[in-house]
């Protein structure tokens, strides 16, 4: 019977190996991304049967490389590496083709049946962020598309990406770590229904939202 191939993509190299030698046991490791292009250049290459891959990565997010895959290669399913519950990214990444969610802490049984599990076709999620990530994702996103609510800080995230910076260099500016800045953008996204970053700056210079 054929393994199942893997694509990990992770720009921490100690935990990509870690995963390689986890993984390799029971999959096909065709290779490591160390960023978001190298994984969709490598998926577009292999074509593998699951890419895990971490959500925030340099050259190109994790979540819009998600996105382009599954548009692309819609038999390759993707399994996010998270360390924090932070819904609103994860509800993005779920939007954008995720197929499952996994700590990076989780245990050598948990990883190989979460691959297994999205393998499948099916959905998988670590136990302590499904409860409160299906619960976002039962809300109609017509309900979430909403200016008004967006926080002063949501507000100037989208203000400093539209102004040409970079995500780093956005967080810096505000003074937050590069991650607490994501999960303002991706909150905002959520609310605003948009799906990449270009459609939220799109939409913010259009409707004068910044």
């Not at 040409?164 to 810096?172: F, L």
């Not at 770590?177 to 799109?202: N, P």
């Amino acid at each position: 019977m054929k393994r199942i191939s893997v694509l990990l993509a992770d720009d921490h190299l100690l935990v990509a190996e870690s995963l390689r030698r986890v993984l390799q046991k029971d999959f096909d490791i065709i290779g490591i991304a160390h960023d978001g292009k190298m994984m969709l250049d490598l998926a577009r290459q292999h074509k593998p049967n699951v890419v895990v891959a971490d959500i925030s990565m340099p050259e190109l997010d994790g979540i819009e490389a998600a996105r382009i895959i599954r548009k692309e290669l819609r038999l390759t399913k993707i399994l996010f590496l998270t360390m924090h519950a932070d819904v609103p990214i994860l509800e993005n990444a779920f939007r954008a083709g995720a197929s499952g969610f996994i700590s990076k802490t989780a245990t050598f049984d948990e990883f190989v049946r979460a691959v297994y599990t999205v393998a499948r076709g099916e959905t998988y999620i670590a136990p302590r962020l499904a409860g409160d990530l299906i619960e976002v994702l039962t809300i109609p996103e017509a309900e979430n598309r909403s200016e008004a609510t967006l926080t002063t800080k949501q507000r100037q995230v989208v203000k400093l990406l539209a102004e040409g910076k970079t995500m780093k260099e956005a967080a810096g500016t505000m003074g937050i770590s590069t991650r607490t800045a994501e999960s303002h953008k991706y909150e905002v996204m959520r609310r605003l229904g948009v799906k990449t970053t270009a459609e939220l700056i799109r939409y913010a210079l259009r409707t004068n939202l910044v």
